[in-house]
């Protein structure tokens, strides 16, 4: 869930994003794909076109259920949106090493997945 | 179930019992569900007495902006949970069709509750 | 065997017709807390359906001074009883 915690905040542009504890932002509709690159940049990554669209999906998965989907979920999602080929763990591995899920919820400005460890 | 003899047997049956807003049971029910589900295993829901209210159409946030479950619930088949089951008894009561309701629940009959119970490894009721 | 616990009064409540209408044949009935007023002899009659399989916890009976009231039909256990009755079963149900 979401935390209302801000512990930090992220300066983009002129714009003060607020970070809750684990980083992730505590206000939904303070994202933008600036919000987005600053983060990842954070964790020393560039964002390709193919984190761009898992991104998107992750995007239209929360306004369409309220809640950041667990793995099993966002693969699925992923596959539906995206094509099969890209809806395999595998491939959101690859973009989003460890934990794929919380790590591309938290780029697209989502609270941090509930129902997964 | 006397339609369903292919119905294999779950990991998990979740009864929902409790109304949405009323209180927190309905939700708490689907999280567990939910947590299951994304740890791989087969998860089933059965909408029991007031829960099957959980699935009638047109829902909306509560009172102060508290989230519904609605979307949670149209949620469940990302989760590849696809089987749920109402209480005949509940539409009843209620005076509810199953084909007004969201998600075409089944229909499950009173005779076959204990059935459906003994079919899966685990049963929690919330 | 499945044992299913119920927690709340016939009187007030319709839990115990769910748990009664998720019950297999060789399934048994423990009423506990508030639940335990279904063994009055008054109230008795909602689980006529299955006789022989309807327990009540001594200790809640007890305290509410019913033990003496109990229905002939109900079998009262006490902790180790409802231990026993737990061990038994492949799975516990609670109705609240």
Known sequence: MASSEITRHLCVADARVGLDPEGYLVDIGQWSPAVAEALASEEGVILEAEHWEVLEVLRAFYAEYEMAPAMRPLVKAVGRDLGPDKGRSMHLMRLFPGSPAKRAARLAGLPKPTHCL | ?126 | MNLHIVNRSPASYRVHEQALAAMGPEDRLLLIEDGVQGALPALVRHFEAIPGRLFAQREDLESRGLLGRCDGEVQVVDVEGFVQLTEQAEQTLSWY
Do not use: C, N
């Open chain 2, 1 to 126: 179930m006397h339609h369903d003899h292919d119905t294999p047997a779950g990991d998990l049956l979740v009864i929902l019992r409790h109304a949405p807003h009323g209180s927190g049971w309905l939700r708490e029910g689907l999280d567990v569900a939910l947590v299951a589900a994304a740890f791989g295993g087969d998860v089933s829901l059965l909408f029991m007495g007031e829960g099957v209210t959980a699935l009638v159409e047109d829902q909306a946030a509560g009172a102060l902006d508290q989230k519904g479950t609605a979307p949670t619930l149209r949620m469940l088949e990302m989760y590849d949970i696809d089987t749920l089951w109402v209480e005949a008894e509940a539409l009843a009561r209620f005076g509810l069709s199953a084909d007004e309701l969201m998600l075409a629940p089944r229909v499950l009959q009173a005779e076959d509750s204990a059935e459906l119970i003994r079919r899966h490894a685990r049963v929690l009721t919330f």
